[in-house]
C-alpha cells in the first residue's frame, strides 16, 4: 500500500514537470520564432541601409570628383585671369605687357595721364609715347608729327613741312632719319600692313609734272613708298600708296597756319594684335 502511494505520487510529479516543460517550451518557441521575426526584419532594414549608404557613398564620391574638376578648372581659369588682364573691350593684355605698360607710363606727362580714363587710353598713350619717342624725337619739332590711335591702328600725321618742299613730291633730304625710323618700325613686324596717305591744302597746283592735288597727293604718297622699299628695304606688298587731295582737312583751311596743318602725309600703321602690345 505504501509503495503504491509512492509511485503514485512519483506518477504525478512527473506528468506536472512534464506539462510545464513544454509549456515553457511552447512559449520560448514562440518568443524564438519573434525573434527570428524581428532578425529578419532588422536583417532586411540593414541590407536597406547599406544599399543605400552605398548609394549615397557613390553620389558623395561623384560630388568629389565634380568639386576637384571644378577646383581644378577654377584653378586654371584663375592662372589665366592673372595673365591675361582685361582691357575695356575684349581685348586682353598680358602680365608681361602690363608691366611695359606701366613702365611706360612712367614718363608720360602726368597731366596727359590724368585724363586716361581706362586701360584703353592708356595703352594708347604708351603707345603714342613710344612711337613719338622712336620717330618724332628725329624731327625738329614733336609738333611736327601726331598720333593718333583707334582700335589698335596707328595714325601717324608727319606735316609737309618735314617731308616736302611746298608744291613738291620729291622728298626732303632732312626727312631721312624720319624715315630711317619708321622703316624699323614697319620691318619690325612682318604682318604690319601700311598706308601712306598724301594730303594737300585746296589751292589749286597745275604745271608740266603735276596736274591737279589729287596728283599731288599721291605723288607724295608713292615718293614715300618708294623711299621706303627702295632705300630702307621695307617689303612693298605691307604697303599701299593713297591720295586724298585736299577732301579730308583736319582743320578750317581759313588760315595760312591751318592749311599747313592740312598739308600731311598720314601714316596708317595696321597692326594685329601682339604687334599694337609690341609697340608698348
Not at 608681361?96 to 587710353?121: C, F, G, I, W, Y
Not at 611746298?166 to 619708321?182: D, F, G, V, W
Request: hydrophobic share 40%; glycine share 2%; with cysteine.
Amino acid at each position: 500500500m505504501k509503495k503504491s502511494i509512492i509511485l503514485a505520487t512519483a506518477l504525478g510529479l512527473s506528468m506536472t514537470i512534464s506539462c510545464v516543460s513544454k509549456k515553457k517550451y511552447t512559449e520560448l518557441e514562440g518568443n524564438l520564432f519573434q525573434t527570428q521575426t524581428q532578425l529578419a526584419e532588422v536583417n532586411k532594414e540593414k541590407a536597406d541601409l547599406e544599399e543605400k549608404m552605398t548609394a549615397i557613398e557613390k553620389r558623395v564620391a561623384e560630388y568629389n570628383a565634380r568639386i576637384n574638376s571644378l577646383k581644378d578648372t577654377n584653378a586654371s581659369l584663375e592662372e589665366s585671369n592673372n595673365s591675361l588682364l582685361s582691357l575695356n573691350g575684349p581685348t586682353p593684355i598680358s602680365k608681361n605687357h602690363r608691366a611695359k605698360l606701366e613702365q611706360t607710363l612712367q614718363n608720360v606727362d602726368p597731366s596727359l595721364l590724368a585724363e586716361a580714363k581706362t586701360m584703353e587710353d592708356s595703352v594708347n598713350l604708351a603707345i603714342e609715347y613710344n612711337i613719338k619717342k622712336n620717330i618724332a624725337a628725329e624731327s625738329e619739332s614733336e609738333d611736327d608729327i601726331k598720333i593718333d590711335i583707334e582700335n589698335t591702328v596707328v595714325m601717324i600725321s608727319v606735316s609737309d613741312k618735314l617731308l616736302f618742299n611746298t608744291a613738291s613730291y620729291r622728298i626732303n633730304p632732312k626727312a631721312n632719319p624720319l624715315l630711317q625710323k619708321l622703316a624699323e618700325v614697319i620691318n619690325a613686324e612682318p604682318s604690319l600692313q601700311v598706308m601712306i596717305e598724301g594730303h594737300t591744302d585746296p589751292r589749286s597746283i597745275s604745271n608740266a609734272v603735276i596736274q591737279d592735288n589729287w596728283d599731288l597727293s599721291v605723288k607724295r604718297a608713292t615718293s614715300i613708298v618708294r623711299e621706303l622699299q627702295l632705300k630702307y628695304k621695307v617689303a612693298p606688298e605691307k604697303m599701299i600708296a593713297a591720295g586724298r587731295a585736299s577732301y579730308m582737312p583736319v582743320v578750317s583751311n581759313d588760315t595760312p597756319e591751318n592749311m599747313a596743318m592740312n598739308r600731311r602725309t598720314r601714316i596708317v600703321l595696321i597692326p594685329d594684335l601682339d604687334m599694337f602690345f609690341a609697340m608698348l
